[in-house]
């Protein structure tokens, strides 16, 4: 059975620290990474990683794939309050797409 | 663009009730999904469909879980009779993907928050 895990769970930083989340997977046929951002409303995208090594960024966001080691990390540095969300991973093959449980990240003054 | 649009945002019913939740997704997007997502949770996917056919409903509970989307843009989910379980957010999103769902982002709407009590 296909599985994203995503660690930690929860996370609380005060506003300026740097902040790096997990995104494992075991999936047959991987085609695909995405992390979006879910806030009170809709989650909304940030990354799509396809290729192994290669980093994608926007701001100061930064993701990263390793297929060898079946994990992806998201990277937020001088953190601020506006970035306290719910940080959802899923994973894309062909047929089928498989979310992380999430990671929930509280920024403090 | 115009997002994916759901209605209503919230629904609160009791046990043994129905309740029914619309979407509009994105202009041209072939792909719709709902998906239930239970606090503290990732998004469970319920049903997708590809125009207006059914491509994957393996985890709709079908007893109690129906879907529809006839003219292969909007669609409604229903549940009837609901159950305390059912109490979750029920996301709408829908992609450009026509039959490779790796690597269309999805598009989610701002769901239904439903409480069963």
């Given at each position: 059975e296909d599985k994203v895990v995503q660690s930690p769970l929860s996370l609380v930083v005060h506003e300026g620290d740097t902040v790096t989340l997990n995104c494992s997977y075991e999936v047959t046929n991987f085609r695909s990474l995405l992390w979006y951002k879910q806030e009170k409303k809709a989650p909304t995208f940030l990354f799509m990683l396809t290729s192994s090594g290669i980093e994608k960024k926007s701001g100061r966001l930064s993701s990263i794939l390793d297929k060898k080691e079946l994990f992806s990390i998201l990277n937020i540095t001088?953190?601020?309050?506006?970035?306290?969300a719910v940080y959802l991973c899923y994973t894309g093959t062909a047929s089928k797409l498989t979310f992380g449980t999430g990671t929930r990240l509280q920024v403090t003054l | 663009e115009a997002g994916v649009a759901q209605s209503p945002r919230y629904k609160i019913i009791e046990k043994r009730q129905s309740v029914a939740f619309w979407c509009n997704p994105i202009s041209g997007h072939a792909t719709l999904y709902w998906y239930q997502q239970i606090l503290g949770q990732g998004p469970k996917l319920l049903i997708q469909f590809q125009n207006n056919g059914?491509?994957?409903?393996?985890?709709?509970?079908?007893d109690r879980f129906s879907a529809e989307r006839l003219k292969g843009v909007d669609s409604t989910l229903k549940i009837q009779?609901?159950?305390?379980?059912?109490s979750a957010v029920y996301l709408c999103a829908s992609s450009l993907a026509l039959g490779s769902s790796y690597n269309s982002p999805l598009h989610f709407g701002n769901g239904t928050r439903l409480t069963v009590t």
């Open positions: 001088a953190t601020q309050t506006g970035d306290s | 059914v491509v994957d409903d393996s985890q709709l509970p079908k009779p609901a159950k305390l379980e059912d």
